[in-house]
């Protein structure tokens, strides 16, 4: 069984929809010959129907798995700085981030509800040092 695309939204059954599947329906003899015994027919269907099953258990659960992993970097994207992946934010030219012999920047993350005590904290400390604070809103 296959799923066509969105634009159909039709359900298709062998390449043909599911209405002219059923409608034109023919017992295929070559596979389930009608001069078996039934309990052989029975067993053959069962078989071929658990092959499905467990190819659609599969395919269900590959769609999790990648529905999460899509998740997770739509979360990624979007999120906070806890979240984010901070390397796109560094590596980016205007980061402003300087390594030199003398000079090195350090980047923060503080979370919001803690901003008023962090920036207290850092005049208080650093009262001894050349520093410069730049504080970005993310």
Avoid at 38 to 60: A, C, G, N, P
Avoid at 81 to 92: P, Q, R, Y
């Amino acid at each position: 069984m296959e799923v066509a695309p969105p634009e159909e939204r039709s359900i298709l059954v062998a390449g043909v929809p599911l209405d002219s599947y059923l409608t034109r329906f023919e017992w295929n003899e070559a596979k389930y010959p009608p001069r078996r015994p039934l309990r052989e027919l029975l067993d053959r269907i069962v078989e071929d129907v658990s092959k499905v099953d467990e190819e659609l258990k599969q395919r269900v659960s590959e769609y999790q798995v990648l529905r999460s992993q899509l998740s997770g970097l739509a979360r990624k994207a979007q999120g906070s700085l806890a979240v984010k992946d901070l390397a796109t934010i560094f590596t980016h030219p205007e980061s402003q981030l300087v390594e030199t012999e003398n000079l090195t920047s350090v980047a923060v993350c503080v979370p919001k509800y803690g901003q008023a005590e962090f920036l207290k904290r850092f005049a208080m400390d650093s009262r001894d040092f050349h520093t410069e604070l730049i504080v970005d809103l993310m």
